[in-house]
Structure formats: C-alpha cells, structure tokens
C-alpha cells in the first residue's frame, strides 16, 4: 500500500512539472529576495535558499542580491557648516562604522559563511571564505602612511579525508522522449521470422533520487518503453514495456551516522562563527585605527600652532632688530640673522600646515565611501572637537588581569579554537573512514507489458496465429499503469555488499594527515595566546614609557620657557646677545613640538593597550550589530557654537 502511495504521488508530480525558462532575477525584484534573517531586517538569510513549492521554476533564478551601498550617511553632511566638518572622537567613531569601506567589505564575510551553510545543507563541499577575507588598504596610519594587511579568518574549507558527503538535495532525472531507429541483418530467422530486422523505439522516464545524513539513500523511478519491429514472432506489435524501480542502499560501517554525514554543516556553522569574528576583529582594527588618525590631525594641528608661535616670535625679534638697527644701537648684521630665523620658522610653519592638509584627507577617507570624490568633503577642513586629556595618575591595573581579560576577549583567540574544533570534526569523520565499506542494498521492480495484437504473427510452425492471446496485455499506457500498481509482475532483491581495502593505505595517510593537522591547530592557538600576552605586556610597557617621556617633554617644555624668558629680558637690559635669544627660541619651539608628539604618543599608547587587551568595543561603546547595519543610534555630538576652522597654510 504504502509503495501504491509512493508511486501515485511521484505520477502527480510528473504531471504537475510544466515548461520553464531559467531566468534571472531583475534587480530590486522582491519576489527573488531572500527572506530576511532574525540578525537585522535588512540582512538576508542565505543559509536556506529558495522555496520551491508551489513554483518549481524558483530554484532555477538567480538568487537576488543588492548592489553595494556606496553613500555615505547623513551623520557626515550633519557635521559640515561653513566648508568645516566639526569632528569629535565619538562622531569619527560612528563615521567608521557607517562609511568605512574596509568595514563595508568585511560584512560580506558572513554573508559568504551563510551561502556556504546552503552548500552544506545540500551536501556538497565548502568553499570557504572567497572573497570574504577581510583586508585594511584605506585606513592609513597617519600622513603619507598605508594601510597593513587586515584580519583574515581561519577556516576549514574542506574535510581533508572522510566518507563521501550524500547529496542531500532530492534530484528528478526525466527522459521526456528518447527516439531510436535500428536496422539489422539476420542470420538466423527462427526468432524474428525476418532475414532484415527493423526496430523502432520510443523511451521516456522520470525518476526521483534522495539522500539523507543517516548514511541512506533510495531512488524511485518510472520507465516506458514503446517499439515496433518487423518481427513476425512478435506476438504484440507495437508494444509498451514499463517499469516502476526501487532501489535502497543503507551505510553499516563506512558513512553510517548523522555526526558523520553532516560533518560539513557543523564545520559550515563554526565557520559562520569565525566570519563574525573576523568582522568584529576587523571592526576593532579600523576603530583603533580612526583612533590614531584622530589623534594624529589634533597632534598635528597643535604643532601648527606651535609654528605659528615661533614665528609670531621671529617676526617679533626681526622688527626690534630693525628699529634698533636704524637707530643705530644694534649692528646691520643683526638683522640678516633674525630674518634668516624667520624664514626658517615660516618654511616648518608651511611643512605643518600642509601636514594637516594630508592628515585631513587620509581621514575623510577613512570616514566616508565616496572619500575625496565628494567636493564639499574635500575641501572641508576638520576641525577636531575632542582634546585629549592626560589624567594625573596612571590607573594600576595587574598584568595578570590585563592577561586574562585579553585571552577572554580576542577574538582571534576565539576564531583559533573554533578552528580546532573543526579540525576534530574532520578527524572523526577520517577515522569513519578506516573502517570497511558494508552496504545493505534492496531493490524492487514492478513490470508491465502492454500492446496490440500483431497482425503478421506467424508461429514457429509456419501458421498464422490461431487464437487471440489474453486481453490482459492487450492495451497501451492505461494497461500498463493497471498491471503497475496491481504488482502483476514484481521482482525483489535484497543482498550486503562488502569492500575490504587489503591494505587500506590512502585512508591510513589521511588519518595521519588528519591527527597532524589537530596537533597544528592546537600549537596555533599556544601560539595566538603567547602572542597576545606578549602585545599585552609590550603595550602596558609602552604605556609607561610614552607617559615617563610625556612627564619630561612637559618639564622641558617649561624650562625652555622660562630660560626664553630670562635671555629676553636679558636682551633688553643690554647683557646678552642676539644670537643666545634666537637659540633659546629654537630649544622652545622644538620643547612644545617634542610635547605635541609625546601627548600624541601617549594617547596612541593607551589606544594599542586597548586593543590588546580587547576592550577597544567596551572603552568606546560600540554595538557590534550596528557595525554589522551601518547604522549607529548614536545621535552626531552639537556642533561648538564657534570652533575657529585649522589655520590655511
């Protein structure tokens, strides 16, 4: 009964199938969208692919993806007044998120993942992160600088040994119409009654095969086959030969289980993993980044300042000299030397402003998708909001708990374990695969004869055919489909097929592949952990002597001043000279400069500890699923009621 039900249901579905063209998707069609996920409205699921029922057509189109979003977010265009982007840290933060293009590659990671999960529901083989890796060429460190190699995931692409994977997708093979015509010469005409034999046939059939992770697999098929022949023996011509076939295989030792079966699935999902790892690694590589472009344009901003000053200062010494020289108190010479301190103040004055003038476009690119190719953002200048302020104490925090928090939080420490547990998947999948291949085979065939009697019949003895045979056979399709499911004729076959590899070689070497492969991975996630201990321990450390150099540049820097201003009034009273003044000018430029880039030195110090240790995400308030959106819901911090824009050079 039940194969009665089996058979009727596979004949309904090869009536329901109808002509149908592949074509794809047009775009923004939102009957070829993928439904959305549960991770975010606007992300969609590709781990399941397309429903075919009740249109069958749909598994044929092309998949629907949207075009890249290439505009930046309103958060920048908020920022812009009067041809100045007024820029705090927290906005320069948000910005990255939403318009960082290395950010904008690095979501396709999980996406790539989730297509994989596809391929690994249908059985088929990973093909692992493609395009997915993410890398960091727009960023920069600073001006002039380039962009470093960014985080790559690590992931298991393919088992390197195991069992065959089924394919778990069902698949319907159909002959519509197979037509064959075939002449031939006979030696013998006691069976066809015919020294030339002419047959002509017409095949069709449509079977339906399925797969499934318990090891086991059945196909169901209906075959017909229709042919007329000059055969004078031929008690029906034409006739209709049928068949409806049955075959099951089940796995016993080799590819029997569902952990093994679905070894590709579990390693897809890790993957999946990895790859939301990789985009939080990522994520935390551009914020850190932004970080010290940030810190970098204020630094370089305050050294503009500070070249502004000597130079204030210079102008200030030459036109006291001049006086003084035409007066006649002071020697013409005098006047060469302090405007040859001048121009050299005016020439760093110019090198700092054009600083800031790179600074400021490796930001905007940093911050924005369209970069330097918008003119508005171009030619805005960025003015930073966000001064940094260096506390009066260091907080003491043990290393030991920097360490731990930092092995807790990497998540390159977590896509390393995670690569781990795929290489044990794929070691127990090889090690199925030691074991002999024993199959439980079955087969079952139901066999149907139908046709129209032959009106040249002459039998054996030379006579024409004296009575009609049985009205059971005679018929076409109809008769055939009777004596099908009434199981007139049916054949059954049940046996176990054993395959003993004598010495079993290939499977041992991937074994041993496999076990070495482990052991790597573990080795590697030692590795990942010494290595982070180390950057945590080298960051505290460079935290301390970025704040021991800071603590000297400020006492320096206080020193110049006061030594300037005991050679000025030294100067004025008669009993000094000049050239003692312009040097003491000198050591007080270069003090402030050496304080910028020690304060500069400093914040980027911290920023690096932050990283170390993880918490760059937790020190900044950062949602990573609104990284993952582009969306902060962060409002932009208030424009300054008057923030003067960075002097133009």
């Known amino acids: 009964m039940r194969l009665r039900t089996s058979l009727v249901l596979l004949l309904s579905l090869a009536m329901l199938m109808q002509p149908m063209w592949v074509q794809a998707a047009p775009a923004g069609s939102p009957a070829a969208a993928v439904a959305p996920s549960n991770l975010a409205p606007a992300t969609p699921d590709y781990t399941k692919g397309a429903i075919w029922w009740p249109n069958f057509s749909k598994v044929f189109r092309t998949p629907y993806v949207a075009e890249a979003n290439l505009a930046d977010s309103d958060r920048l265009e908020q920022l812009l007044r009067e041809g100045n982007i007024y820029l705090s840290l927290d906005d320069s933060i948000a910005l990255a998120l939403e318009n960082n293009l290395d950010i904008a590659v690095a979501r396709y990671g999980p996406l790539i993942a989730d297509a994989d999960i596809l391929r690994a529901r249908a059985g088929a083989f990973l093909r692992g992160p493609g395009i997915g890796g993410v890398s960091s060429q727009s960023t920069g460190s600073s001006a002039g600088g380039g962009g470093a190699p960014g985080p790559q995931p690590v992931v298991n692409t393919v088992s390197v040994g195991g069992p065959a994977i089924p394919q778990f997708d069902p698949v319907l093979t159909g002959t519509a119409v197979n037509w064959n015509h075939n002449s031939s010469a006979q030696t013998n005409t006691i069976v066809t009654g015919t020294n030339t034999l002419i047959n002509e046939g017409l095949s069709s059939g449509i079977s339906y095969s399925q797969a499934f992770d318990t090891g086991t697999a059945f196909s169901l098929g209906w075959n017909n086959q229709t042919n007329t022949s000059n055969a004078i ?370 914040a980027k110090a911290k920023i690096e500890l932050e990283r170390a240790t993880g918490q760059t995400l937790d020190k900044n308030n950062i949602k990573i699923d609104e990284a993952y959106n582009g969306a902060v819901s962060k409002p932009p911090d208030p424009l300054p009621a008057r923030t003067p824009a960075p002097p133009k050079p």
């Open 233 to 602: 023996r031929n008690v029906f011509n034409p006739y209709l030969q049928s068949s409806f076939v049955l075959n099951f295989q089940q796995n016993l030792l080799q590819g029997f289980g569902r952990s093994i079966n679905r070894r590709n699935m579990r390693i897809a999902r890790n993957n999946r993993e990895i790859s939301d790892l990789a985009f939080e690694e990522q994520v935390i590589q551009t914020v850190a980044q932004v970080e010290d472009l940030y810190w970098d344009l204020v630094s370089f901003i305050e050294n503009v300042r500070v070249q502004q000053q000597a130079v204030e200062t210079s102008q200030k010494l030459y036109n006291d000299n001049k006086r003084q020289v035409e007066i006649g108190t002071l020697a013409p010479i005098e006047i060469v030397r302090a405007e040859a301190q001048l121009a050299s103040d005016e020439q760093n004055l110019t090198v700092a402003q054009t600083q800031v003038q790179q600074q400021e476009t490796i930001l905007k690119n940093a911050l924005s998708k369209s970069g330097v190719a918008n003119p508005s953002i171009a030619q805005a200048h960025v003015v930073p909001t966000t001064q940094f302020v260096v506390p009066q104490s260091e907080a003491v925090e043990p290393i030991q708990d920097l360490m731990s928090y930092a092995l807790r939080s990497r998540p390159e420490l977590a896509q390393s374990r995670i690569s781990m547990t795929n290489s044990d998947i794929s070691l127990k999948a090889t090690q199925n695969a030691l074991r002999p291949s024993l199959n439980f085979v079955a087969s079952m065939t139901n066999n149907a004869l139908a046709g129209q009697i032959n009106p040249n019949f002459v039998n054996f003895g030379g006579s024409t055919l004296a009575a009609a045979p049985s009205e059971f056979f005679v018929g076409g399709l109809g008769t055939s489909l009777k004596q099908l499911f009434s199981r007139n004729f049916p054949s059954y076959g049940v046996g176990l097929q054993l395959n003993v590899p004598v010495r079993n070689r290939s499977a041992q070497a991937d074994m041993i592949t496999a076990q070495l492969q482990l052991r790597q991975a573990e080795i590697r996630v030692h590795q990942t952990e010494n290595s982070v201990r180390v950057e945590v321990q080298n960051a505290l450390i460079n935290v301390q002597q970025a704040r021991a150099r800071l603590d000297a540049a400020t006492k320096a820097r206080i020193l110049q001043e006061q030594t300037l201003d005991a050679e000025q009034k030294k100067y004025a009273l008669g009993a000094d000279t000049i050239y003692n003044v312009i040097l003491s000018q000198r050591d007080l430029t270069s003090a402030r400069s050496t304080e910028v880039a020690a304060i500069n030195n400093y």
